[in-house]
């Protein structure tokens, strides 16, 4: 999953970032409102983190922008306003949470998936099922047939990724998108090796042809 | 209460009217009686030497025609004091005294008869019901008294009609204070109704309802109305300060919460750290500092935030400070900055000393913050015997500073130029009690910020 944080302070950027990544999550940083806006307009992210005070432009105006440019990512404040008319106005302008500063991080990772979960409309706990797969995103664990699936944490958020969205066929590109950086190459077949290796992994642990390959379109992981 | 005093008004104006009318009155009866007895001595009394003697005007008229024409009485009394004529009510009645009232009468006439001086004898009684006026007047020839006519008139119409007005505004009295009393107390009501209403409303004012103003009623002259309008300005007043209060605490909150979720944070990844068993002892140790760091901060901007409400609390007392000699001492903390002190040792100004050691302290580190290293510089402009104190510095390359927000508490320009936007608000603060002003000044690549004396 991957998150933008846009959020000014050097060092409570940097922290998120570890604190974030991990978890399992990708996180991009920026440090401007309107650096913010340009960075959720490119890219199609799992959540936004949006401090108030940003140096160039107000929070409120940052997200308010997201969304008039439809760009329908899950935003959370994390500012240390903490006013009520401050939240008011948070909510109001197309925030979707607003948590306040300082920040206890599990608390701030269970808001975050709970709007991935809102956003995939997938399950309505931190566990996701799919078939024999029990995914606890709050510990990122993985069950299959309630045996402990040790995974890589790239694997780990691969199969994530495509249980929020399980059931339905998801492209190489939404993949390389939420689960890696800018840098990565869209051309390569990375995502393939990836998806390999976790069909190995699932084969192992006794589940064969969960994930199957829809033909010039993507992957899909099946609950059946 | 109102009706009361009304009352009282119209009882107090009544009664003055009233002794008014019966002065006003009785004089003119007065006046009537003693040129009523100055023409009875004229024209109808002669002393021929040893007795008065009666005689008619040249027009022909007795005495009794005369007095009956002018519907008055009168006795004329000898030097003897005995009665040598009774004309009107005096023939008609012989015994007109009471016992008590006889020896009255007999005093006075033996007064004037001595002393040559008319006397009036008000309102005797001589039959129930009927008051007369008499006039007791000395019949002279040359410079002696040879007998005293009294001339009297009744008053009983006089005193009827005084008697009816008496009546009628006794029976306008009750009739007013009945009014006065109900109705009066129904329009003082009415009258005191936004009085009343305001009233109301300060009792009912709380922090939590200060933007419901009060309706301003009646005329925009009236005193109840300017009242309430004023009362609505200065609830504007206290509003805009309890938002400032709030704005402060707010905004300090905020920066109070900043680096206590920096030091927050680090500590989070220091315990990940730990836990996955990845401590480098470098990292932990530069971690521990940036907490240490955080920690300062937030130490630095409790001590700004006390101080600020420590100027508003207390009256600084100001003496004459040598400018010049406080400057060096205070940059003696600063080891590491050049500058160039170019303010006389002669020059002294008023203002209380740890303000003014606070004050150079805050624009010393603003010029630090904003200028290239080596270019700090102090001097003076004399204005008119004000000192202006001018702290000069080149701003840094690539420093865009907006001087119309450096006096915001908690802008988020300090926050990005590294404070924390309290001290040139305690600057201005300290500067202003002093009884000077603060600019800031952006001028051919120089930052300058100076002290101005106000008055």
Same mark, same amino acid.
Not at chain 2, 255 to 283: F, M, N, Q, T, Y
Not at chain 2, 342 to 347: A, N, T, Y
């Given at each position: ?14 922290? !998120? %970032? ?31 983190? !949006?401090?108030?005070? !940003? ?52 608390? !701030? ?56 969205? %399980? ?20 051309m390569s077949n990375v995502v393939d090796v990836h998806i390999k290796n976790l069909r190995r992994r699932l084969s192992s642990g006794g589940l064969k042809h969960v994930i199957k390959t829809v033909k010039g379109r993507g992957y899909m992981l099946c609950s059946d | 209460m109102v009706g009361l005093v009304n009352t009282v008004i119209i009882i107090l104006v009544a009664g003055s009217f009233l002794s008014g009318y019966y002065l006003l009155g009785l ?47 009168? *006795?004329?009394?000898n030097a003897g004091l005995e009665p040598i004529g009774n004309f009107g009510l005096f023939e008609l009645q012989q015994e007109i005294f009471s016992n008590d009232k006889k020896r009255e009468y007999s005093g006075l006439l033996s007064m004037v008869l001595e002393t040559g001086a008319p006397k009036f004898y008000s309102v005797v009684e001589i039959e129930k019901n009927n008051n007369y006026e008499m006039l007791l007047y000395p019949i002279t020839s @040359? ?8 001339? +009297? ?25 009945? $009014? ?47 009242? +309430? ?11 805009? &300060? ?68 420590? =100027? ?36 002294? $100004? ?13 624009? *010393? ?52 130029? &590294?404070?924390? @936007?309290? &001290? ?19 001028? &051919?690549?120089?930052?300058? =910020? ?6």
């Amino acid at each position: 999953m991957k998150i933008l944080v846009i959020e000014d302070d050097p060092v409570i950027a940097g922290n !998120l %970032k570890i604190l974030l990544a991990d978890h399992g999550y990708l996180v991009d940083l920026t440090d401007t409102g309107s650096k913010g806006i340009e960075n959720a307009v490119v890219n199609d992210y799992d959540a936004i983190l !949006l401090d108030w005070m !940003l140096p160039d432009m107000e929070g409120n105006e940052v997200c308010k922008e997201i969304r008039a440019r439809d760009i329908k990512s899950p935003v959370i404040f994390l500012t240390a306003k903490n006013q009520v008319e401050d939240k008011v106005t948070g909510l109001d302008v197309g925030a979707d949470d607003y948590v306040t500063k300082p920040f206890v991080i599990e608390e !701030l990772l269970a808001r975050i998936r709970v709007q991935i979960r809102r956003n995939y409309k997938s399950d309505l706990t931190s566990e996701i099922r799919v078939g024999a797969i029990m995914i606890d995103t709050a510990k990122c664990e993985i069950f299959v047939n309630d045996n402990l699936l040790e995974l890589p944490p790239k694997l780990y958020s691969l199969l994530e990724f495509m249980a929020v969205k %399980k059931d339905t066929v998801v492209s190489r590109q939404d993949i390389i998108e939420h689960l890696w950086d800018e840098n990565a190459d869209v051309m390569s077949n990375v995502v393939d090796v990836h998806i390999k290796n976790l069909r190995r992994r699932l084969s192992s642990g006794g589940l064969k042809h969960v994930i199957k390959t829809v033909k010039g379109r993507g992957y899909m992981l099946c609950s059946d | 209460m109102v009706g009361l005093v009304n009352t009282v008004i119209i009882i107090l104006v009544a009664g003055s009217f009233l002794s008014g009318y019966y002065l006003l009155g009785l004089n003119q009866i007065r006046s009537k009686l003693t040129s009523e007895a100055e023409e009875i001595v004229r024209n109808h009394l002669v002393y021929d030497g040893s007795r008065i003697v009666y005689r008619q005007r040249d027009e022909g008229q007795s005495i009794r025609s005369d007095l009956y024409t002018d519907g008055a009485s009168a *006795v004329i009394y000898n030097a003897g004091l005995e009665p040598i004529g009774n004309f009107g009510l005096f023939e008609l009645q012989q015994e007109i005294f009471s016992n008590d009232k006889k020896r009255e009468y007999s005093g006075l006439l033996s007064m004037v008869l001595e002393t040559g001086a008319p006397k009036f004898y008000s309102v005797v009684e001589i039959e129930k019901n009927n008051n007369y006026e008499m006039l007791l007047y000395p019949i002279t020839s @040359g410079q002696k008294v040879v007998g005293v006519v009294c001339v +009297a008139n009744q008053v009983g119409f006089f005193q009827d009609l005084l008697q009816i007005s008496v009546y009628i505004l006794l029976t306008v009295i009750a009739a007013a204070a009945f $009014i006065n009393f109900f109705l009066g107390g129904i329009i003082a009501k009415i009258a005191y109704k936004p009085l009343e209403n305001l009233r109301e409303k300060m009792h009912q004012t709380t922090i939590q309802n200060i933007n419901e103003k009060v309706i301003p009623e009646g005329h925009p002259t009236d005193d109840s109305y300017l009242l +309430a309008k004023n009362f609505n300005e200065m609830l504007e007043r206290v509003n805009e &300060g309890i938002i400032k209060q709030r704005q402060f605490i707010s905004n300090a909150s905020h920066e109070l919460k900043s680096p206590l979720a920096r030091a927050v944070s680090r500590l989070e990844v220091i315990g990940l750290r730990l836990h996955k068993k990845k401590v480098v002892k470098s990292d932990l140790e530069k971690d521990l500092v940036s907490v240490k760091q955080d920690l300062v901060d937030l130490a630095s901007v409790i001590e700004d935030m006390l101080l600020l409400s420590r =100027i508003r609390e207390q009256a600084l007392p100001q003496e004459g400070l040598k400018v010049s000699s406080l400057i060096r001492k205070e940059l003696k903390k600063y080891p590491g900055i050049k500058y160039t002190n170019k303010i006389d040792d002669s020059v002294i $100004i008023r203002f209380n000393k740890e303000s003014f050691r606070v004050v150079i302290k805050n624009l *010393v580190e603003n010029a630090i913050k904003y200028g290239v290293k080596g270019s700090l510089e102090f001097y003076t402009l004399d204005q008119s015997n004000r000192p202006k104190i001018v702290i000069s510095n080149r701003i840094k390359s690539g420093l865009k500073i907006d001087t119309t927000k450096l006096f915001e508490r908690f802008s988020s320009h300090s926050k990005h130029t &590294g404070g924390h @936007g309290l &001290g040139l608000s305690i600057v201005k603060s300290l500067a202003e009690d002093n009884g000077y002003e603060v600019r800031v000044d952006v001028k &051919g690549g120089l930052f300058l =910020i100076s002290l101005n004396r106000l008055t």
